[in-house]
């Protein structure tokens, strides 16, 4: 059997020359060595990632649902009645009441108007007081009344007073307050008796004192009786003696219209 020769190459001969290239071209050649090396994705790992992800999402959307049950419940309820209004409102014969129910406004009850209270009248004036007196009409007010209008029918006229047709009374006659003792036989003391009520209201019958140069009263004062009060109760007819007015005067009787108000006594029997 024949032994292989060996062969023996020198040093000049397993050198490689290396010849020097541009650098574009070495750019070029790193760049494709550089692609060659990087993995291609097949279609079956493109696949498999896209599965993984879709099932990554799924996942996601029901642990927010077990997280957040109300907001994933209202919202459900809220596109579910839109698309029940829309459907309703949109196809004749589909409306649903409790839809509509649900999303119409209440209207207001109405409420009921306070019924006005009737203004409280003013209590009317007590009736005229007219015992032992000349005149007894029921028309008692003049159209314009006031300090010095004249009263109407008998209370206008003037009227002489003959004592002897009356009782004797505890005061002089003509003057002012005799004429009202006279008409108070049973209190001859009503003047000035300190066990009668004094005030500022007048009252039919009562007798009424003007102090000093007040509606028409002399300097010392002057006595009369009220006979009516007029509806506004602060006018009123009065009667008295010795009032020089009209033809009035001593012993004379005569009816005129005074007023409630300062320097105004009134005396209640």
């Not at 397993?14 to 760049?31: E, F, Y």
């Not at 896209?50 to 996601?60: E, M």
């Not at 003007?210 to 007029?230: E, R």
């Not at 009209?246 to 004379?252: A, I, L, V």
Request: charge should be positive; aromatic fraction near 10%; include cysteine.
């Amino acid at each position: 059997m024949a032994t292989p020769a060996r062969v023996r190459l020198s040093a000049a001969t397993t050198r490689q020359t290396r010849i020097p290239t541009s650098p574009h071209l070495a750019r070029r050649r790193a760049a494709d060595v550089g692609v060659a090396r990087q993995p291609r994705l097949s279609r079956a790992r493109v696949t498999w990632m896209f599965g993984v992800c879709l099932a990554v999402i799924v996942t996601a959307a029901g642990l927010s649902g077990r997280i957040f049950p109300g907001a994933s419940a209202a919202n459900q309820t809220q596109n579910g009645l839109a698309g029940r209004q829309a459907l309703s409102y949109a196809q004749p014969g589909a409306f649903d009441p409790q839809a509509a129910a649900q999303v119409t406004a209440t209207a207001p009850q109405p409420t009921a108007t306070p019924v006005p209270k009737k203004p409280t009248p003013s209590p009317a004036p007590p009736g005229a007081n007219t015992i032992g007196q000349p005149c007894h009409s029921a028309n008692l007010w003049a159209p314009n009344l006031g300090q010095w209008a004249i009263p109407p029918d008998c209370y206008g006229v003037i009227y002489p007073i003959d004592p002897s047709k009356y009782p004797p009374a505890s005061s002089t006659f003509g003057y002012c307050n005799w004429w009202v003792n006279e008409l108070h036989r049973d209190k001859p003391d009503l003047l000035y008796g300190s066990e009668y009520r004094r005030g500022s209201a007048p009252v039919p019958g009562a007798a009424v004192y003007f102090a000093g140069l007040v509606q028409g009263a002399g300097a010392s004062g002057h006595f009369a009786q009220v006979v009516a009060i007029a509806p506004d109760h602060y006018w009123m007819l009065i009667t008295e003696m010795n009032f020089a007015w009209r033809g009035g005067g001593f012993g004379k009787v005569d009816y005129r219209y005074a007023h409630v108000g300062s320097g105004v006594t009134f005396i209640y029997p």
